[in-house]
């Protein structure tokens, strides 16, 4: 079976502060696709990345990182710099032999206070 | 290029009533997934469509139903609703759903049962 965790079910910093949203995962699948899906107040999840488990080469868009080490089956993202507009519920997600029927944490959510 | 499409954004209905969501893939894509958003259980997937035929199902009761249609839109129906059936549900869509796809989801239909 699969499992994502996000630990943090809420987090609040002051804009400017870096923060690091946490990922665990677990599955047996040896080929496996993480994602991390950004959920605003209107409801819809927007796609942030993805990230096959072949590749641990950790990605840098903007102010958003990601990074995957293997090894201890993680998943953290982390905001530079993090502004208001970052306020939202952040999801986790595992995704194995069919995308479509990917595995969700319980998300963690972001308050970005001015 | 057009999102996920869903209808309606709000509903509410009454305790016995059924339901039909509708949604609308990004053009050329062929799989569609439903997932309900409760505050309680998270995330969770309840079935994936392609090519017209249910090929995932979650762990939903037989009250919850889907279909495809040829131009791949899907709808989703729900019997006799019960009070917690109060949700957010999201529709998502991929290429062909396969391992290497990503998903993308709509804005969702909330969904209140009175």
């Known amino acids: 079976a699969q499992k994502v965790t996000q630990a943090q079910t809420e987090i609040s910093v002051v804009e400017k502060e870096d923060v690091t949203l946490d990922c665990v995962y677990e599955?047996?699948?040896?080929?496996?696709?993480l994602f991390w899906y950004k959920q605003p107040p209107s409801g819809e999840l927007v796609f942030l990345i993805r990230?096959?488990?072949?590749?641990?080469q950790n990605e840098i868009s903007g102010r958003y990182s990601w990074n995957f080490q293997k090894s201890t089956s993680s998943f953290n993202f982390t905001i530079t710099a993090s502004q208001v507009v970052d306020s939202a519920v952040y999801f986790c997600?595992?995704?194995?032999?069919?995308?479509?029927?990917?595995?969700f944490g319980d998300g963690t959510t972001l308050t970005v206070k001015p | 290029k057009a999102g996920v499409t869903q209808t309606p954004r709000y509903l509410i209905k009454t305790r016995g009533q059924q339901v039909t969501l509708s949604c609308s893939p990004i053009?050329?894509?062929?799989?569609v997934s439903w997932y309900q958003q409760t505050p309680g259980q998270g995330l969770q997937f309840l079935f994936e469509?392609?090519?017209?035929?249910?090929?995932n199902k979650g762990n939903f009761p037989g009250r919850f139903s889907g279909r495809q249609f040829s131009n791949s839109r899907s709808e989703m129906n729900v019997s006799t609703l019960e009070l917690g059936d109060s949700a957010l549900y999201l529709c998502?869509?991929?290429?062909?759903?396969?391992?290497?796809?990503?998903?993308?989801f709509g804005e969702g239909s909330w969904l209140t049962v009175v």
């Open positions: 998502a869509s991929s290429l062909d759903g396969g391992e290497r796809n990503t998903i993308y």
């Open positions: 053009s050329g894509h062929r799989s």
């Open positions: 990230r096959n488990s072949f590749d641990e």
């Open positions: 599955t047996r699948d040896t080929t496996y696709y």
């Open positions: 997600a595992l995704g194995s032999t069919n995308a479509g029927k990917s595995t």
């Open positions: 469509y392609f090519s017209e035929t249910q090929r």
